[in-house]
């Protein structure tokens, strides 16, 4: 098995990463990958920042 695994900053735009997230898996299986890792929330991305408690 063959595992592509991708990173990149996410924008605000969903349809600006939708676009990026199938363009790397154009790319991973044309190398023949047969799985694309992507990062937890590739869909959007938010500048608020977050406090764990």
Sequence with gaps: ??????????????????KKIINYIIKAAE??????????FMMFYTNSSQTSR
């Design 31 to 40: 190398k023949k990958a047969t799985l694309v890792a992507f990062p937890e």
């Design 1 to 18: 098995m063959k595992v592509a695994d991708v990173q990149f900053k996410a924008s605000t735009d969903k349809e600006i990463n939708l």
